[in-house]
């Protein structure tokens, strides 16, 4: 449904507040549940991708009373009977409202009500004039002709068979779409993501949810396979139908890749999957082999693999063979000679760590430069750009993320782009641009931070490139590994195929100051160093065990302290890194309060229990091609436009814009956690360590987490905590094959149905 022109908008909500200032006295604002019936009046406001709606009431029973009603539904018209539980709220600019929680509209049954429902629109080529017509000739009966006997409209005056039959197409057209919404929002789907159902689905959506729900998973962003599991209890899936277990296979296979595996073992997968699932496990052993022999699920020798992921590590080893066993598309480089060249052309002279690692990448198709902080990675990249294009060779800089390709393009002086961005989505075909079939057109690639490039990342990557490309692999192999599933580079070094080099003399060391020599520290298993001059350091450590101080302390730090002494901003410079999720000292609870101390006011948008409100620092979570916003990705939040339900956000210079439904993409970002900080780098960050984490305490964390500060670190909480994270240098062994592939490139046959890959 279209909003109406601006100007009947604004007369609607002016005359919708006069009624309500009428109607205050009788209507308390008590903030308690409570239930309204009624019939819509008018539509303020209806947006269909999201369900938001504005609506002037008449409230049952109240002698011709009106009212506001806000909330989300699938659909609304004028004329029909409205059923709301919400709470009456009074809006500083439009008074007195009835915010609902849910809002349920069925058809009128009154004849004035099916007159105004029928000349509202809800059917193409009927208006008032026709609607009056046919609500004379049938009365309280209409809604019945029309679904029943739709044949009997040929005998209202002005309804041609043409029309009869566009009438009929129209109702039926809109009750299917009200009846999926009604079946689906009654099964606990929220008006959003019932939206994205219909759309996904449309006329079969019903059918296929009872058929089978399980499907959502796969095909609707922000239904788990515990949502879908609920569904499928309502619809009347038995608990060990066979159904249920390969869907219930299928999502621990999923949740393992999650955690970073690329493949489990059948024990293994059996065990957790019968723990959760609570299913024999025989019939989880039968639910695998279907899934094998549906090629859902790989089967390498005892390795089971979820399909893409078998694929994905398979080719990343193929393109990176090839590419090292491919003769260059550009002339030789005579090494020595050039890195010679290079040392003249920068600030300072390459050191005979640095010069062999040039020397390296010059002399070899595919390279990889390891190292932590201060070790001199940028001067290598730098370096070999200045060689490649003295060569007139075309030369491509990329990152993992966003922050991640412009700190190293103003590091390098180079242009630097994601990974994403050079491959480029094309979103009618849903695939990138750049692939095998269309190579990226350049002579030589550098991926900085490659720890983070997941094992299906670096295969849409790898495939993308010439095999006469030469490619250089930078990153530090102590960081945490990738979110996603494999262990590329670390997989890449253990093989022992491709040429590497290790730095570890650190140079950054007055730039870099007190936070490289701590993230080295830490790396080799020692403690904090005490500041030499505690006034002019770059790293603080300010011990606090109680959990309530801790909090109160960051949020002083944020707020006032490192502010005040450093002119860092609070909202553009400042991040707080923390462990967890979840917990007093997590990401969720630490953005609660940062927001009210740092953004408590102004316009927003609410979702999820949370405001979204201009000024807010957010962070992207999923990959969204379209928006070309990626997992990871901050932004700010530039503009709301609370009755249009959307927002804007502001990611580094591109605006992008994002409805209601679709803020399930978006968290806040003044507090994160360490994994999602990787690849960026912040003026000033303020590190959470306490006791509460002591499950995910491990050295590579803190060690991350400190080297994401460029300017100023301040680690707060507790000591012991920071000595258990220090002295646990044991990692999870993620399970991947890759480094074996490298070893191993001749491809053994492909296993029980499972498809060849290009």
Known sequence: ???????????????AAAKAAAAAKAHPVTGQTEELAGSVKSVVYHNEQTGW???TVRIDGAGGEETTVVGTCPSAWVGEEIRATGRWVRDPAHGLQFKADSITCVAPSSAEGIKRYLASGIIRGVGPKTAERIVEKFGDRTLEILEKQSGMLSEVDGVSERLRIA????????????????????????ANASAKIWKQYGPDTVAMVKSNPYRLCADIWGIGFLKADEIARKVGISHDSPLRAKAGVYHVMQTLAEEGHCYTEKPELLLRASEQLRIPVDALETALDAEIEAGRVANDGGRLYLKRLFHAERIVARRIVTLMDTRPGFPKIDAPAAVK?????????????????????????????????????????????????????????????????????????????????LLKWN????????????????????????????????????????????????????????VGPGNVLRDIIASGEVPCAKLDVIFRQKTGGQIVRNAHRVNSGEGFLPPDDPAGSDFFFVPCDDPERTLARVVEMVESRIPRRYGFSPLRDIQVLTPMRKNLLGADNLNTILQERLNPAGPALH????????????????????????????????????EAGTLEVDFEGERVTYSAAELDELVHAYATSIHKSQGSEYPAVVIVIAKQHYMMLQRNLLYTAITRGKKLVCVVGSPWAIGKAIENNSTLERRTALAERLRSPVLPPLDLGVAEES
């Open 1 to 15: 449904m279209a909003p109406a022109p601006k100007f009947i908008q604004q007369k609607r909500r002016r005359a």
């Open 427 to 482: 979103p009618q075909e849903s695939r990138f641009v750049h692939g095998a079939d269309n190579p990226v057109e350049a002579d030589a690639f550098v991926v900085d931070e490659s720890s983070m490039i997941d094992v299906e990342l670096a295969q849409s990557f790898l495939q993308a490139l010439r095999s006469t490309s030469a490619l250089v692999l930078v990153g530090d192999t102590d960081q945490l590994p990738s």
């Open 53 to 55: 709606l504005v609506a």
């Open 607 to 642: 979702r999820f229990g949370r405001a979204y409100r201009v000024g807010d620092r957010v962070m992207q979570v999923r990959n969204d091609y379209e928006k070309e916003v990626f997992n990871g990705d901050i932004g700010f939040v530039t503009n709301v436009l609370q």
């Open 167 to 190: 009438i009929k197409k129209g109702w039926d057209a809109n009750r299917g779409t009200r009846e999926a919404m009604i079946f689906l929002q009654g099964h606990g789907i929220s």
């Open 341 to 421: 060249w290079v040392s003249g052309r920068l600030p300072f002279a390459l050191s005979p760590q640095q010069a062999a690692a040039v020397r390296m990448a010059l002399e070899n198709k595919v390279s990889v430069v390891t190292g932590g902080p201060g070790v001199g990675k940028t001067t290598i990249i730098k370096a070999l750009c200045e060689i490649w294009r003295a060569k007139k060779m075309e030369v491509r800089l990329v990152a993992p993320t966003g922050r991640a390709a412009r700190r190293m393009g103003e590091s390098t002086g180079f242009e630097a782009q994601t990974i994403h961005r």
